[in-house]
């Protein structure tokens, strides 16, 4: 029986968000390939109620704990800014402690594959036999560097990251000269870390297939693979037309990542203004959890606008509206909210970063835009033309089907694992 080991900065579970339904997916896919496999997941714990969610697919759970506040501080002053070796943000993930007790249960278990999520628990690498694949989830480095490059816009660069920072950074975090040096401070060290640290592992993942064969160039790693959302989708419920409420737009992501947030801010400032003026009667929901305060201001300033928090039934909310608008400023990676509303008929009107890692047809499987002007035009069309409404959403449904199916994403699992 083949043991298999997940070493993830957060429970992989429930799939309240993108990168625990792809951990998720990873995990479901290997013991699809390996169904006797024993899986064994070694977490850092994001909230304790979850563990009411763990999922059968997991064998075992080993909760790790994160450093205390005098390590941590330790780590930042000595490792980030004396030596420049650690991003911040391995710097606040590592404990000696809890690398002793990893490296304990890998010695004592000894998995034929030992997966690592995200950059910021490479540091827990241990010596012991075992193919040792990072995931990296996409480029942090280059998502940072372009946050600089839309910082007004940004509540906070660090999001939901700030809480793991010491409460004396987190309240410099707080002061946006600090935080515009500390992205950029952080973007630099992550460049060099992400490639350095890839020598280490046998195999390098990403969500985006673009990012792995740019990462491959860069780094010359015999073995990176893209290995995307999948999705599945309903083909019968794609032969007729849709029933939509034709007033609704919506924007879809957890409301206090930096990307996310910024892009609604965006949208309502440039955008919104000239679309509630052609269409009067139409109003756009900001679907996700954790909405931020300048988030929630914006159904204050900006009318028609309503914020949802989040909501237990993401396919419902979404799945009866006009479209979906996904105007990102920055990002790297595939952005899973487009093709999940893709993959649900929901035609999506985005920009060239949205659609990074997309090879999807403009104007007939969604549509990119390159300037606001070009966003309001074919919102426009999309909410006064039902046929092309109704092609772009059949279209959509197809390249979803196409290539995001559980066959598409699950072979390059399988070469990983072979």
């Not at 911040?88 to 404990?95: A, F, I, K, P, R």
């Not at 010359?220 to 034709?246: L, V, W």
């Amino acid at each position: 029986m083949k043991k298999i080991m997940f070493i993830t900065n957060r429970f992989p579970f429930p799939n309240t968000d993108g990168r625990k339904n792809m951990l998720l997916q990873y995990i479901r896919q290997m013991k699809e390939i390996y169904p006797d496999s024993e899986l064994v997941n070694l977490s850092f714990v994001d909230d304790v109620k979850y563990l009411r969610h763990w999922p059968d697919e997991i064998d075992r759970l080993e909760c790790l704990e994160l450093p205390g506040l005098a390590e941590k501080l330790f780590n930042v002053a000595v490792y980030s800014l004396l030596l420049r070796k650690w991003p911040l943000q391995v710097s606040v993930y590592y404990s000696r402690k809890t690398h002793r007790k990893v490296k304990a249960i890998i010695k004592a278990e000894q998995p034929e594959f030992l997966l690592y999520d995200m950059v910021r628990v490479a540091e827990y690498l241990s010596d012991e036999q075992g193919r040792k694949v990072l995931s990296y989830d996409d480029l942090l480095s280059l998502r940072y560097q372009r946050q600089l490059e839309w910082f007004q816009y940004i509540p906070s660069v660090f999001g939901g990251f700030a809480n793991k920072l010491p409460g004396s950074l987190k309240k410099l975090a707080d002061l946006k000269f600090i935080q515009k040096w500390l992205i950029n401070f952080e973007s630099r060290l992550l460049a060099k870390y992400e490639r350095r640290v890839a020598g280490l592992f046998h195999h390098l993942v990403f969500t985006s297939p673009v990012e792995a064969e740019s990462f491959q160039k860069l780094t010359h790693h015999e073995s990176c693979y893209g290995i995307p959302m999948k999705f599945e989708t309903d083909q019968r419920a794609n032969t007729g037309p849709r029933r939509y409420d034709r007033n609704k737009l919506v924007f879809v992501g957890k409301m206090d990542i930096p990307h996310n947030s910024s892009a609604v801010a965006y949208f309502c400032e440039k955008i919104w203004p000239s679309i509630k003026e052609q269409a009067p009667e139409t109003t756009f929901y900001i679907v996700g959890k954790n909405p931020t305060a300048e988030v929630l201001r914006l159904q204050e300033t900006h009318p028609g606008v309503i914020v949802t928090g989040a909501v237990d039934d993401m396919k419902r909310i979404v799945g009866d509206s006009a479209l979906m608008i996904a105007p990102m400023l920055f990002g790297t990676g595939i952005k899973t909210k487009i093709v999940e509303a893709m993959s649900w008929g929901v035609p999506v009107v985005t920009n060239p970063i949205g659609s990074e890692g997309i090879d999807a047809n403009h104007g007939e499987d969604l549509f990119v835009c390159e300037s606001d002007e070009e966003v309001v035009r074919n919102v426009m069309l999309l909410l006064n033309n039902v046929e092309i409404n109704n092609k772009v959403s059949r279209n959509s449904v197809r390249y979803v089907a196409s290539h995001f199916s559980s066959s598409a994403t699950l072979k390059n699992m399988e070469l990983i694992l072979s």
